[in-house]
């Protein structure tokens, strides 16, 4: 095709002939396809130690360093991924498995077959009857890779087997990155269209990026009182068991006494081991989940990223808490980064951390904390984004494929506290109307509203489905052409009739964020058949040494 040798991009009067040009078009998909989907299969050979082939570099050697577009050298391609298979041609569903899984795969703690004894001949006894496996959840083949190579690897944390929280810790970050990004391949490959597949957008620093810990009380071994005179200050002292803080086992909850989470704040990690420090000194009994004695059950830690403001939310089984202000005064002289000091009563037994009832023992109750640009006033109860580095990422995404040029109307679905709304609301956005089914939230959306001078933004209490049907209903003179639907849902997903409710209203474009890519796949199918096409999938490592993996979409008429 003939080029502009100023502009060099191509004449608009000179094209190739439609079939040629849709030659070249499911040509170049069809490459891309296959080289995405074998990230999975090439990474999964690494473990049986792939041959060096000449004059080349193993794959995923050369990464560089994990920062905004880690993926694209790693995977050889200049530009994003694009993908756009028939389903015919797709592979089948264990493919990319067969290096990884050369032998069957054994659930773990399950006991093996047992071989059965087969009849004599002429014997009348029947034949056992084949029972038919219980249908299994499909597994990703790059999650299977990454459980593989993280059980090869020595994890650098030394509560890694007991926790399981951070399931892909011992593999080096760039591999989890390019994991992750497989992960995305494989499961939008699903969807039968031609759409663009940017490289996953990874951290600088995987480490200490959660800014929120909570942390359970709980009694350990017994003490023995000792002889003579401690003993007598070790009866008075009144502690009868150690006191153990940690995080539960996966699955469980069998406390894992540790003090150290290469994941959390180091300052969030200083609270922890000075509560625990002052309620030894002053006898303070932890919570006994079997019994529903003791008194401190939980410490929510809250620190922010920008501020460095420290809300500390102290969970008793108990109202009644006489030291309270001396405890809070007591915690601030061992770690001054505390600003606040919160008492939560939750004196259910039950498996809900926060009660309903609390009150300030220092400071306002609250920190403020900046999230692009604006500032976010969060309490005990606020719905903040633990990592507050890749929540930027995630949000200024979400703005930039919404495309907003002054005068588009966001709808704000799932809105929470209203942040990502808020943003939209000051980078260009005529009005923002925000819906969330949590009255609190609600509440803590328009004072972060007000707290930021925002007047372009409303936010409304009511369940997200009726309130689309409703716009939709109502919607004759709804202007779609300038209108952005942007939403959030939880982990469940959607709901039909939002979907449908929505494709009725029509709006220009639909982003969607997602932190279950696999309800989201599943939303985009049923929006497909009501009009909407996929055009850009980012995925964004919001937890960096786990397999989760949250997505923003944008959908367009």
């Known amino acids: 095709m003939p080029r502009d040798a100023a502009t060099k991009k191509p004449h608009k009067t000179s094209r190739a002939p439609k079939a040629q040009r849709d030659a070249q078009k499911a040509a170049k998909k069809a490459a891309a396809s296959t080289e995405a989907r074998d990230i ?12 060096k082939p000449a004059g080349k570099k193993p794959y995923g050697e050369k990464a560089g360093k994990p920062g905004a577009k880690p993926a694209v050298k790693a995977v050889g391609k200049k530009d994003a991924f694009k993908k756009d298979a028939p389903k015919k ?15 069957p795969a054994v659930k773990a703690g ?51 087997a007991q926790c399981g929280g951070c399931k892909t810790i011992a593999v080096p970050y760039m591999q989890q990155l390019l994991l992750k990004n497989a992960q995305i391949v494989e499961l939008f490959d699903q969807l039968d269209c031609d759409f663009e597949l940017r490289p996953i957008l990874g951290m600088e620093d995987p480490f200490r990026y ?12 017994k003490i023995k009182a000792p002889e003579g005179e401690e003993a007598g200050k070790k009866r008075r002292r009144g502690l009868t068991h150690e006191i153990l803080t940690g995080m539960y086992e996966q699955g469980t909850h069998k406390l894992v006494p540790t003090n150290e989470c290469l994941i959390e704040n180091a300052v969030g990690q200083q609270v922890v081991s000075a509560v625990k420090a002052i309620m030894e000194k002053h006898a303070i ?19 922010g990223h920008e501020s460095g403001e420290v809300l500390v939310t102290l969970v008793t089984n108990e109202e009644e808490f006489p030291a309270g202000r001396s405890f809070a005064k007591e915690l601030i002289a061992k770690v001054p980064a505390v600003t606040t000091v919160v008492q939560n009563v939750n004196t259910r037994q039950t498996n809900v951390i926060l009660g309903e009832q609390e009150q300030v023992l220092y400071g306002p109750g609250f920190i403020l904390d900046t999230l692009c640009g604006l500032s976010f006033r969060i309490s005990s109860t606020s719905f903040y984004q633990v990592n507050a580095v890749q929540t930027e990422v995630l949000y200024n995404t979400a703005i930039e494929l919404a495309g907003l040029t002054g005068v588009e109307t966001v709808i704000d679905a799932y809105c929470g506290t209203g942040t990502i709304g808020l943003v939209a609301a000051s980078r260009g956005a005529s009005a923002v109307i925000g819906v969330e089914s949590v009255e609190a939230a609600v509440r803590d959306a328009r004072e972060n509203a007000r707290h930021n001078g925002i007047e372009n933004a409303t936010f409304v209490a009511a369940d997200a489905t009726e309130f689309m049907l409703d716009l939709a209903k109502d919607g004759a003179d709804f202007d779609a052409a300038n209108t952005v639907l942007l939403m959030d849902p939880p982990r469940a997903g959607s709901t039909p009739d939002f979907l449908q409710a929505a494709a009725q209203l029509g709006p220009a474009r639909i982003v969607y964020v997602s932190c279950n890519p696999e309800t989201q796949v599943r939303d985009i199918a049923l929006l497909q058949k009501h009009g909407y096409q996929l055009r850009i999938v980012q995925p964004v490592d919001m937890f960096p040494h786990t397999d989760h993996v949250e997505t923003v979409v944008l959908l367009t008429k």
Request: net charge positive; glycine share 6%; aromatic share 2%.
């Open 40 to 51: 999975a299969a090439r990474l999964a050979a690494q473990l049986d130690g792939p041959k």
């Open 110 to 160: 399950a006991k093996p077959a047992s071989k059965k004894a087969v009849p004599a001949k002429g014997s009348s006894a029947k034949k056992p009857t084949a029972k038919k496996p219980a249908p299994k959840k499909h597994e990703s083949a790059a999650v299977v890779v990454a459980d593989r190579m993280a059980k090869a690897r020595k994890s650098p944390c030394a509560v890694d």
């Open 210 to 221: 959660r800014n929120k810990i909570i942390s359970p009380f709980a009694p350990g071994k």
């Open 285 to 303: 009994e932890p919570y006994n989940e079997d019994t529903g004695e003791g008194f401190v059950r939980h410490v929510v830690v809250r620190v």
């Open 89 to 103: 041609d797709a592979p089948k569903k264990s493919e990319g498995k067969k290096a990884a899984d050369k032998k």
